[in-house]
Each structure stands twice: as structure tokens, then as C-alpha cells.
């Protein structure tokens, strides 16, 4: 993760059970040590915000479409 050079985005809801919260945590202080990545945390959601689509006025679908259109910024 040391040699990551681009923008990141780790989205993550404590309840998902394909990643559970115990394997996320596992694994926090590795991603924290790269300075590209944004952590988003979120007590419930699971994957389903994903599949609803970019018409979809859900958080997660916000929140990936501003990091994509600004990624410029980031980098």
C-alpha cells in the first residue's frame, strides 16, 4: 500500500457480510498509512448501495460519483 500513487476510496458498512467488520479492522491501520486513500465507514448498507445505479440518489452513489468527477484534485 507504501507504493500507492493514486487516489483510493475504500467504502465499507460495518454490517456488510461479505466483508465483515472483523476482517475490515484487521486491516484499517495498513490502509491509514496511505496518504491517497479516503476511508468511508458506515454502521449499515452493506454492498446494495452499489447496484442501484447512478440515477440513484443514495449516499454511496454520491459519494463515489464526486470522488470520480474530482479525482484531478486528488492526485
Do not use: M, Q
Not at 461479505?18 to 495498513?30: C, G, Q, V
Amino acid at each position: 500500500i507504501d507504493n500507492i500513487n493514486c487516489p483510493i476510496l475504500f467504502i465499507n458498512a460495518l454490517d456488510d457480510i461479505i466483508f465483515p467488520e472483523k476482517l475490515i479492522t484487521k486491516y484499517t491501520d495498513i490502509i491509514f498509512r496511505c496518504t491517497k486513500a479516503i476511508i468511508v465507514h458506515t454502521n449499515y448498507g452493506s454492498h446494495l448501495g452499489f447496484y442501484e445505479g447512478w440515477n440513484a440518489r443514495s449516499w454511496s452513489t454520491e459519494v463515489v460519483k464526486d470522488f470520480l468527477l474530482n479525482i484531478n484534485n486528488y492526485s
